[in-house]
């Protein structure tokens, strides 16, 4: 007990210097500082005094059994940091044990036997009012996530009792992938620069890198590729990995390992060799060495990700080879190191079939074919993040390959971040999906992982708005643990982020539940989808018809005319439909009873085609797209009268960016609605608002600043 | 008085809110927050407990006459803000009165005459131990500059009676020019992203924006041109005009007035006219109406820039107008409301005159015929912002067109933001410069001003780095007083940056104002130039001789061969001498008598010639090249000794950009000196270090991610 005690009075002394310091630059930049929203959900803002009363009685000194190096003593530190922050630094004597299995007492001894068999980062809390707080994992990674768990537990003001179970990651691989260049551009970033520095590495480690893997730790986040998907070869080489380095010591003891994005191509681009033909024997000895020399570095570098054969980017195919030849050549040279994440992402210039349909026709006949460490990376639906789509028909189709759902962080297809869309219940949706061949989409991953591209940039909020922090936090929640509820993990965030007052979360947690509805509903309703102008993918642009390619077209994807609307992906068009399990698919195949936010993602429609509601189909989507402009208002107000729970600052930058939402809403709508009339030349039903301008307007709006290209 | 008082009381509460706000997140995220640079030389930590029970003594209640509204409201605002964190809440009696001189007292009309015909912005300051403190001026803007000098002197722990003087800017457009693209690049920034978000202005205004407007006000900094150079024409569309009046109306109350940086050619590219001839009266008209617009919107709108028939953009050139046609043009459209800045950095693709000259000789013989509200901004020497240039000769050779200082904070050729030089030695260099022709340089810009491109960017420090923060301090106090000191600024800057600890003091500001010499001596010593690889100005790049234009070519510049080195400007050669006064000419002329760190710059000679020192050139060359390395390493070791001083986080940070420059500084010696040896064939001087690597390798490096580009 002694040495707890030890630690909590030299923590106390810190605090009290961390306090003068405080107060030093405090008073002169807090007004400006203190809740830009750098401490994320990891404020740890004061406990209302009553509960902290309580909580300090049986939350004491933190001890930790071994020698409190590397990630466990990583873990003792942020429970002392975040209880310091909610209690504050006098507390009782009941002690906060962390210790490994193999240093459990006898008595303590069933702990572990609630971990026998449970994955790497598992971890048990015991609380017992008297003895005190038990965190015990079988590794030290373990530790560090009970140690966030507790706080997350005391931050979010729930019982400490509750807090006492077992923990287990639902999937081994928790990645982000962030689509960051070297130059530090982010593809699809909508938060400034990319947050890594590798102007300045190895050298100089911003402090942000801390930051970052504290949050990542947070809520469970086990890797991170560092790079962009689109690759440059030149991260391969020996003094990018000397950057790779400084950042693999840096996260490892949070518990983050590396992952690179590889250029297929790398072995020519720079490794001196004619080809990159992965049967080729040279080829295989660069990538070998390659690999070789990366681990030497970085013993726990996590693999490699590769975007091959699509959109541009070099692979196997340039040489008649397979997506399995290509990711298992990457694996043999990994070996039992590393991992080969080979994306599915494929989609052909050539190929005459439905875009929706290609990844399932190139890939599924390789099932079986990839090597142990091969991981395929699986969109969540078949065409590209849109605000809604079906599941992605690969899961369950390939049991015998396994297969990691990658989703998007960053609101590519969501009015970046401008817009206020909450996007758990859009991942609980595909998740909790089921294939029809055995599991829900969640169980078919289970073995591999979950992929998210992160939102994350140079903007001080990190996530570009307050509320795409929320994004951010849900990926980690639900990687974790896929069966959480949206609304639970709204509600955590929000207290833990804003403010734990009943009040604020009981406007603000349905808020977030309904809000991508909303963008889906004024974007894109009724099954539409990819109707974002064209390259840059922000406003409305669903009058695009002449790029050279047809999928780049939105008009693609809508076929709509005077007849219809809606692309038939049912037998009597691209017969979609088929790449799903057939009790799947019959659900979809008929447009009455189709569940109608898919109904024109299936089915090519007349315009007065009677809708579920009675009303004919051009009515029913106006009414959609009102309703979604209606929300989007809502929003504004419910969030207006929120602001005695939230800082200033933080308030008015919501309430700015809502207002952004609720203009752009009405863009999205008017500009939708006078396309469609030019086509369909039907009246609005009557009653309804006609748009503000005439289409020629919508059209002639260009954004050649528009982030994220 | 109890008018002062109530707004003290008012503050405490404020500042015991903040408190609790600053105890809750500040425990939580303090370490990494605390001292991250964000405030910048605004910090307005505690003073010594001595010195701060003193100066609380003289220092109490502010009172403001007058309305309180806008920028009189603002001074109050900062002096209660930074005294507060100087000296915390609880002060004494004795007042600061703010007073516009039509508010003073029969007692006080002293003042009133110390300002009699001072221009705008000027302030004069009484310290009375008895009777209190007063700050007067003529207008808002000289009672919120005094608040700042005011403070600036009690944070820099001076003697308060030292403050109570006069004080006038030495010139009246004191402005940042932002080389910030629409989408957010800055084009040789070195600090991350724009700071500028266009993208969500209107409804949204980043805080960053009001920070940004205190930190150029509290060094006088009077007006930003917020866009590049290279403009786009788009950033005059209403659009925009809407979003940089959110811009202004948040400046406004600090004292910063919005420019554009204007595309010549926007009446065709956006104003649908079949050209932008500046004598067309469609487009004299386009103008006109274009200036009305922006007027409507922006009351107080500052002017244009305009890069005009310089590298790529348009002009009236193009349509064999003159540089005065074209300025003249827009100077008309803008009328008394706004000014015209037309930049004289020109050089021609087909020119075959030393590049050197080329601006004078285009602009020169313009002299007299630019309209009142033209000013035409001249960069500090006749290339481009390298580590050390003579002074531009166009200084004093225009006597009758208003000329303005354009120089460079942002460090494009002196090692970006990875290495620390301190440029207020350079800037002071050039205006201390006598021309020759009845007057310093600072004397000839004095009726008009001086612009500094600026080095901010969306990283938390703003700049880049710690030490580039003096940068953008430096250009402010310079440009509203060209006489102060180097080293005064130097010591103001750390003292309220880092600690007014003199012992800290001691180290620093030796090291600062040694700093842009060593960066000169390792990179281009004796006057060599422009040897920085081509396109992103990094590292060395002397052996660049095959672009298309000869002036692209670091091989253009240094003219090496096995013979000699050097560029000779004198009458043998370009005779670019002759476009300075003579004595100016004369002193520069004999390579045995001229300042030798202008040496090459005006000379080719042999390898052998002998020295001021009588070394042989190549020896003296060596030998600079070796200190510079040296006083590199100097510097690191001077810095890892003032922990004690400054914060770890800071510390660390400057330690790491520290280790980089050691390191580049070997990389300019070795690199460079391999090449001179491949030209001369000469052995190094007998113990001097041989290059790490030979010539091929440095000749291999290339960096893809460098910013800036």
């Known amino acids: 007990m002694m040495r ?24 002169a930049g807090a007004a400006a500082q203190a809740e830009d929203g750098y401490d994320l959900w990891l404020r740890h803002a004061p406990l209302d005094p009553a509960r902290a009363e309580a909580a300090r009685e049986v939350l004491g000194p933190v001890e930790l059994r071994g020698d409190g190096s590397g990630t466990a003593g990583t873990a003792r530190g942020e429970i002392e940091r975040g209880l310091a922050g909610m209690l504050g630094a006098d507390r009782g004597n009941r002690s906060i044990t962390l210790a490994l299995t193999q240093d459990l007492t006898e008595g303590e001894r069933w702990l572990a036997a609630e971990l026998a068999g449970a994955p790497p980062g598992s ?56 689509w960051d260049n070297p130059d530090g551009h982010v593809e699809r970033g909508y938060a400034g620069r990319s947050i890594f520095d590798w102007w300045h590495l190895p050298e100089r480690l911003d402090p942000r890198m801390i930051d970052y893997a504290r949050a990542n730790a947070s809520i469970g986040i086990n890797g991170a590729v560092v790079n962009n998907v689109n690759a440059r070869a030149f991260m391969l080489e020996p003094r990018y990995i000397a950057k790779l ?66 959109e541009g980017q070099p692979g196997p195919q340039d040489y008649g080879r397979t997506h399995a030849d290509g990711a298992n050549m990457l694996a043999e040279a990994l070996g039992t190191r590393g991992t080969v994440i080979w994306r599915a992402f494929v989609y052909s210039a050539e190929d005459e079939t439905d875009r929706a349909k290609q990844a399932y026709e190139e890939f599924v006949p390789l099932d079986g074919r990839f090597a142990d460490n091969v991981i395929v990376q699986v969109k969540n639906g078949p065409i590209d993040f849109q605000p809604r789509e079906p599941f992605h028909p690969m899961f369950g189709a390939m049991p015998n390959t396994k297969l990691m759902l990658e989703t998007q962080i960053t609101k590519e297809y969501l009015g970046f971040a401008s817009h206020l869309a909450f996007l758990a219940p859009m991942w609980t949706e595909v998740l909790d999906a ?38 951010w936090y849900a990926f980690g929640r639900l990687a974790w643990d896929p069966s959480l509820s949206s609304e639970d ?20 947690v349905p808020m977030m539940l309904s809000s991508r509805e909303t963008v889906a509903r004024y974007m894109t309703p009724m099954g539409l989808a990819h109707l974002m102008d064209t390259g840059h993918h922000y406003g409305p642009g669903p009058w695009v018809c002449d790029l050279p390619r047809p999928e780049w077209n939105p008009c693609y994807y809508h076929r709509a005319d005077a007849g219809g609307i809606g692309f038939d992906r049912t037998a009597t ?13 019959a659900a979809w195949a008929d447009p009455a009873e189709i569940d109608e936010r898919y109904l024109l993602w299936f089915h090519h429609l007349p315009w007065d085609y009677p809708a579920q509601s009675g009303r004919p189909l051009w009515d029913e989507l106006v009414a959609r797209y009102d309703r979604g402009v209606a929300e989007a208002d809502a929003m504004a107000q419910t969030w207006s009268e929120l602001s005695p729970y939230v800082d200033p600052q933080r308030h008015r930058a919501v309430a700015e960016s809502l207002a952004i939402q609720r203009r752009e809403a009405r863009w999205w709508r008017d500009a939708s609605l006078a396309y469609w009339q030019s086509l369909n030349g039907l009246d609005l039903p009557p009653g309804t608002r006609a748009p503000e301008h005439d289409l020629d307007y919508y059209r002639s709006l260009v954004f050649p600043e528009a982030p994220g290209r």
């Open 434 to 471: 089921d294939t029809g061949r055995g599991g829900t989409v969640a169980e078919v991953v289970a073995p591999a992982g979950m992929a998210g591209v992160a939102n994350t940039g140079s903007d001080r909020n990190w996530s570009g708005s307050h509320f795409d922090q929320a994004n």
């Open 4 to 27: 707890g005690r030890g630690v909590v009075n030299r923590i106390g002394a810190w605090l009290a210097a961390l306090l003068l310091g405080v107060l030093a630059s405090g008073l």
């Open 245 to 310: 380095k400084r950042l693999a010591d840096a996260w490892r003891p949070y518990g983050i390992r590396v992952y690179l994005s590889a250029r297929f191509s790398a072995p020519r681009d720079i490794g001196g060799l004619e080809t990159a033909d992965p049967l080729d024997p040279a080829v295989r000895a660069w990538w070998h060495a390659k690999a070789d020399e990366i681990y030497a570095a970085i013993p726990d570098f996590g693999g490699l990700l590769v975007k091959a054969n699509s």
């Open 489 to 508: 993990i709204a509600r955590e965030w929000a207290a833990l982020t804003f403010s734990r007052e009943e009040a604020f979360l009981a406007a603000v």
């Open 123 to 178: 971890f048990v809390i015991a609380a017992d009012p008297n003895a005190g707080t038990i965190v015990a994992a079988r590794d030290d990674t373990g530790l560090l996530y009970g140690a966030f768990a507790l706080l997350r537990h005391v931050a979010g003001d729930r019982p400490l009792p509750e807090v006492a179970r077992t923990y287990r990651p639902g999937m081994p691989l928790r990645l982000l992938n962030h």
């Open 573 to 585: 068009g691209s017969n979609a439909l088929e790449q799903y399990a057939p009790g799947v698919a």
